[in-house]
């Protein structure tokens, strides 16, 4: 099973770079880092020389014993059985994060062998927090991968799907015959998730259950890290937020309170393990903003945010739903069902947009659940996980405000009216797409 995910387009941009350096690829654990490098060999290359420092531990002598590249290159050469070459082979080093020196060596591939293509993958984790004097700051290309998009697991499940959504190019009603079938696809993916694996399980064996095993897996290896990564200490607190996600986000009003992870928890105890699960990018903090103003950084409030999963499929295991609420249409299902749909979209709009997008808060009177920073504009958006549209939050939004344009997501039709467009659940990935439009129509 091959699917088409898009930061192989982003991988050839990189390989032609007139002023090309190493690159790092930046993302949470089995998001699909190692697979990605190699089928971009695979395909761009004619060679592949591929190491491993975790499996390959004694690669580190050759990183230890001198800092000059063309030495390197003799010694993985090697290793890797034929001569590697300047343009033509495509160098990986996996698990990077194991070798402070192999990191540091990339200084001196950007600065000095620029003519070979050397592209790194490693745990987030170990690369950042554990070789900060070895890092070299200024001489890295990075590429953040994200998980798995819809649009990215519709062009497997469902490549003619996948084509008619990537020709359209004006917020115009979707016909039944393509708008119920996407729906369908869309609660298929609310069951795996973008983790590749879990996808790659659903798609080909079509077990529910084996996927639930995946995902499973994938929470177990992060639980490990925490216990890799931090001190002692620490790893007590760091589980009792993550375990405590799922109930944050069922609660109506979803801000995060240190006081649901733990009876008596207070933030000054809990914020630092917090702060870790962010930097590690586990969770995504979505911040109160104080105004709708440019830029929206400026206006965080720091004591307001909610918290979220990198991952839809990671959140729905982690909260123990079983994938049958998908289909049974379960009416105690239905407030959870909305905080998945959030952290859906989030994801989806992560992507597209800088920076994170921000929530806003008017007392008790209004919340609009995210706004997005475009075109030097401020744009809100709020989230339906149903057909049910009616919201007097982003009415009173835009009442304040008066946005030029304004962005609903749910089970209704595309369209726009009045500065309003509706983008369906299953659009996510064109929101951009769709928002340029309309601003070029006006």
């Given amino acids: 099973m091959e699917i088409r995910r898009k930061a192989l387009e982003q991988l050839a941009e990189w390989k032609i770079k007139s002023s090309r350096k190493p690159l790092l690829l930046t993302g949470i654990r089995q998001v699909g880092k190692t697979w990605l490098l190699k089928h971009f060999g695979k395909k761009y290359f004619d060679d592949t020389a591929y190491f491993n420092f975790e499996r390959q531990e004694e690669l580190s ?23 590697i070459q300047p343009q033509k082979t495509l160098i990986i080093f996996d698990e990077i994060q194991e070798s402070g020196e192999a990191l540091n060596s990339l200084k001196y591939f950007c600065e000095e062998a620029p003519e070979y293509a050397v592209a790194c993958a490693g745990s987030l984790l170990g690369v950042a927090f554990g070789h900060d004097k070895s890092f070299p700051v200024g001489k890295v290309d990075f590429l953040q991968v ?16 996948y084509s008619y959504l990537e020709q359209i190019d004006k917020p115009e009603p979707i016909p039944e015959i393509f708008f119920n079938p996407l729906c369908e696809k869309l609660k298929m993916y609310f069951i795996s998730g973008g983790m590749p694996e879990a996808v790659a399980t659903l798609l080909g064996a079509r077990d529910t259950n084996a996927t639930q095993a995946v995902l499973q ?17 620490d790893i007590p607190k760091i589980n ?23 009876p008596g928890a207070r933030a000054r105890e809990y914020e630092d393990a917090l702060l870790w699960l962010s930097n590690a990018g586990l969770v995504t903090k979505v911040y109160c903003s104080e105004k709708p103003g440019i830029p929206l950084t400026a206006y965080d409030d720091l004591t307001a945010f909610k918290v979220y999963l990198p991952d839809v499929g990671v959140l729905r295991r982690l909260s123990l739903l079983d994938p049958v609420a998908f289909s049974e249409g379960n009416r105690m299902f239905t407030e959870f069902k909305g905080a998945l749909t959030e952290n859906y979209i989030l994801s989806g709009l992560t992507g597209q947009f800088e920076p994170i997008p921000r929530y806003w808060r008017s007392g008790n009177k209004a919340e609009v659940d995210f706004l997005i920073q475009y075109r030097n504009q401020v744009i809100p958006v709020e989230v339906k996980s149903d057909e049910n549209i009616r919201s007097k939050s982003l009415a009173y939004y835009k009442k304040e405000y008066t946005p030029g344009l304004s962005v609903r997501f749910s089970l209704r039709n595309l369209k726009k009216d009045e500065g309003l467009i509706n983008i369906p659940l ?3 990935d064109y929101a951009r797409k769709i928002i340029d439009k309309a601003f070029d129509k006006g």
Avoid: C
Wanted: proline share 5%; net charge positive.
């Fill in 61 to 83: 002598q050759f990183f230890r014993t001198t800092r000059d590249p063309g030495r390197i290159i003799d010694n993985l050469s090697l290793v890797h059985g034929r001569a």
């Fill in 146 to 161: 994200y998980p798995v998009t819809f649009s990215e697991f519709l062009s497997e499940e469902a490549p003619d799907l």
């Fill in 426 to 428: 299953f659009m996510v």
């Fill in 217 to 233: 897996s994938v929470i177990s290896s992060y639980q490990l890290d925490f216990s890799k990564h931090v001190e002692k200490k």
């Fill in 240 to 262: 009792y937020i993550w375990n405590s996600l799922p109930s944050q986000l069922a609660r109506e009003n979803k801000k995060f309170l240190y006081q649901a992870v733990r």
